[in-house]
């Protein structure tokens, strides 16, 4: 019922820009807190960025300066530029999303976390 959809990754030359974004849909509540994540290949998920309800931010060491996390919550979209790329953000970025949804049959919400289906990110030197 709900679907987190990313997009935007793709091949860069070290140095150039990108901008994900990722959209909700379907039957949510709210949306509160948003980040991206990634992966390389031989590494662990790692956080890049997230951003609160509130709009307040907070970066990997290794993106700080380089890469800007942003929300539009009309479009329940959550947005990552991503400039002076360098070959080591080379990964799969993932979506996240922390989701109120409802549950019809007692009226009650429940929070949890969504996923986007990952979108590549290369950048060569």
């Known amino acids: 019922q709900v679907q987190v959809v990313e997009s935007g990754g793709g091949l860069v030359q070290a140095g150039g820009s990108l901008r994900l974004s990722c959209a909700a849909s379907g039957r949510l509540f709210s949306i509160n807190g948003m980040g991206w994540y990634r992966e390389a290949p031989g590494n662990e998920r790692e956080l890049v960025a997230r951003?609160?309800?509130?709009?307040?931010?907070n970066y990997a060491d290794s993106v700080e300066g380089r890469f800007t996390i942003s929300r539009d919550n009309a479009k329940n979209t959550v947005y990552l530029e991503m400039n002076s790329l360098k070959p080591e953000d080379t990964a799969v970025y993932y979506c996240?999303?922390?989701?109120?949804?409802?549950?019809?049959?007692?009226?009650?919400?429940?929070?949890?976390?969504?996923w986007g289906q990952g979108t590549q990110v290369t950048v060569s030197s």
């Open positions: 996240n999303m922390e989701i109120t949804t409802r549950e019809d049959s007692d009226n009650s919400y429940l929070n949890s976390d969504y």
């Open positions: 951003i609160t309800s509130g709009g307040g931010t």
